[in-house]
């Protein structure tokens, strides 16, 4: 059955477009809220760097869990509203359960139960922004998406930190707020869902096409596709051991005691992103995902000498660059993939696409191991070389690769 075409063009839809990403924005606050509250669970609770990556990583096993088995459906629902309101129910119930959370595996099951949430939100939101968007070979709905997810990663630390610095509950009030935000968006999504979408019903004389399987699709894909893939998945994997083993690295090495600041270095960051990302939409995408993987490798080499010197203002500029680079390789990425997955099984590609990226949450496991066996600084320098090594291979292959779509 082929994907289902736009429902709705028209000006009534801007509200829903906003709704929607407001949904997606908020789970993913949810996805970042406990950045700076880390170390104050190590401390509490007596836990260990694995068990703090132990704790991130699980969202993302429930993130891919989601998507895995929304993979084949979701481009074929009809009706989006039976898949973004469970989503929303399940984020609003793993912010809630970690909210009284009080040991490891009464945290992880709340992030577990939030990344389910939150892959079920990304695929239907995703697929709803094309569908009631415009026709514009999805641009206005990558943007959106891109813009919803960054802006929900910055809040997150920006409301722990702030309860951290003020101790204003700071385990409980940050998650309070989400569940209200969370509850919103979705009252707003299905009161501004259109009363009759105009989606072409499939007639019987119409021949019916079987879609392209998954592992077809991407065989017509080939490396450019697995390329932009993979090239978020990095990046996503450095933010991910920043926001994991960061709050603990730069106390211990750059002297910075104030996990509350941290949190806002963390928001800076990622709205640094969002702004690059609005940048970049200029740009040809291919050149964004260039510049991206560029600026990631020289904010690696800054944050080796920072760590290097014990130099904390090196780091904050590093993560300034590196901020960059994260909104250039993923808006680049993601035009890249909305052009090179058309006709090619659009909806299988788009949450395979995802579910790549989401491995990220197990990157900073083998850190966190590395950590409790070798120390913080050995961890930290090993570390940033393999992500060094591994930014200048990818952009070496992006530089090579023609990103041209496939002929029918």
């Not at 969202?59 to 088995?69: I, N, Q």
Request: one cysteine or more.
């Amino acid at each position: 059955m082929p994907t289902i075409p736009h429902a709705c063009n028209k000006a009534q839809s801007r509200p829903l477009l906003l709704f929607l990403a407001l949904s997606l924005m908020v789970s993913l606050m949810n996805s970042s809220v406990p950045t700076p509250l880390y170390p104050f669970y190590q401390q509490q609770l007596q836990l260990s760097a694995v068990d703090l990556t132990l704790i991130f990583g699980v969202y993302g096993a429930g993130v891919l869990l989601s998507l895995l088995t929304l993979a084949g459906l979701v481009g074929r629902l009809r009706d989006l509203r039976k898949l973004l309101l469970p989503a929303a129910a399940l984020v609003v119930l793993g912010a809630w359960l970690f909210s009284q959370g009080s040991s490891l595996w009464q945290l992880g099951t709340g992030r577990l139960i939030a990344g389910l949430g939150s892959g079920a939100m990304t695929a239907g939101v995703n697929m709803a922004l094309v569908r009631f968007g415009p026709a514009d070979s999805g641009k206005l709905a990558a943007l959106l998406a891109t813009l919803a997810m960054v802006v929900g990663l910055a809040l997150g630390p920006l409301l722990s930190g702030a309860a951290l610095q003020l101790d204003c509950y700071p385990r409980t009030l940050p998650f309070w707020l989400i569940m209200l935000l969370g509850l919103l968006a979705i009252l707003g999504v299905l009161g501004c869902w259109p009363s009759s979408p105009t989606i072409p019903a499939t007639t019987t004389d119409t021949p019916q096409i079987k879609a392209p399987g998954l592992l077809q699709s991407l065989k017509g894909i080939g490396v450019p596709y697995h390329l932009c893939a993979w090239a978020v998945f990095f990046s996503w994997s450095f933010a991910a051991c920043v926001f994991v083993i960061g709050p603990s690295a730069a106390e211990q090495l750059l002297g910075l005691h104030d996990h509350g600041a941290f949190g806002y270095g963390i928001s800076v960051y990622l709205l640094i992103a969002g702004a690059s990302q609005l940048f970049c939409q200029r740009l040809e995408a291919r050149r964004a995902l260039l510049s991206g993987l560029l600026f990631q490798s020289l904010a690696l080499v800054m944050l080796l000498m920072a760590f290097y010197q014990a130099s904390l203002l090196l780091a904050v500029l590093a993560l300034i660059v590196g901020g960059y680079a994260y909104g250039a390789i993923f808006v680049g990425s993601a035009r890249l993939i909305n052009q090179l997955a058309a006709g090619h099984g659009h909806g299988k590609l788009i949450t395979y696409f995802y579910m790549t990226i989401y491995c990220f949450n197990a990157v900073p496991i083998p850190l966190g191991l590395l950590v409790d066996s070798s120390g913080m600084a050995q961890a930290i320098q090993s570390a940033l070389m393999l992500f060094l090594g591994v930014s200048s291979t990818l952009w070496l292959m992006a530089h090579k690769v023609r990103f041209l779509p496939v002929q029918q």
